[in-house]
């Protein structure tokens, strides 16, 4: 999944308690979320609508964790979707070579479902799997499948600070202050401890 803090939108807001959104510039509403606490033990969560041109910071509450679950399911689905699409100004005159910033983004054309597989003089052809793409298809269906029970049995800070770093792309030196350490090479050891409990977990599932 795509990180969507990265991508440029036209509006930014913050969710306040009783649920309003409130105008808040993007550095506001992508600042570093605060660290759960036995008073609100809920994670920082973002909402995104690249379509609509807006994120928000939400309030950090069961709501909100519930809203986020959704939201990424979407943006998956909508990720899928797109993946199944063909640019129509892929490599032409038109074509940028830069996807992300592209303003003919969603200029796209379905994939004919009866273009000829594996056509020299179309572009859009393709090939059906074999057997062995299958096989890797499924292999790598059970190690995800592994890798979630194995977070699944991780201790709670070991999962946040493993999300922090591998979803959310944050930095050692970032969630250093964040963790109450003084040195980002704290915060690799604690990763690499993490790491080391999470590749154990995985050999009771592979």
Not at 99 to 127: A, K, P
Not at 146 to 175: F, K, N, P, V
Request: glycine letters at 4%; aromatic letters at 8%.
């Amino acid at each position: 999944m795509k990180n969507y803090q990265k991508l440029q939108y036209a509006r930014y807001y913050a969710q306040d308690d009783s649920g309003d959104y409130i105008p808040v510039t993007r550095k506001e509403c992508f600042a570093p979320g605060e660290l759960p606490t036995d008073d609100n033990p809920y994670q920082q969560r973002w909402f995104y609508d690249h379509e609509a041109g807006y994120a928000v910071r939400l309030a950090r509450n069961q709501a909100s964790d519930t809203l986020t679950k959704r939201n990424k399911a979407d943006l998956k689905k909508e990720e899928r979707q797109r993946d199944k699409m063909q640019c129509a100004y892929k490599n032409t005159e038109h074509c940028g070579h830069n996807c992300q910033s592209c303003t003919n983004e969603r200029t796209r054309r379905t994939i004919s479902l009866d273009t000829h597989f594996g056509s020299d003089s179309d572009s859009t052809g393709f090939e059906l799997a074999n057997e062995a793409d299958i096989q890797t298809l499924v292999e790598d269906k059970l190690v995800l499948e592994a890798l979630q029970a194995a977070l699944d049995r991780l201790t709670d800070d070991g999962r946040s600070l493993l999300h922090d770093i591998y979803w959310d792309e944050r930095t050692e030196r970032e969630l250093a202050p964040l963790l109450g350490l003084k040195e980002p090479k704290s915060v690799n050891k604690r990763k690499h401890k993490a790491l080391a409990t999470l590749r154990e977990e995985m050999k009771n599932y592979l």
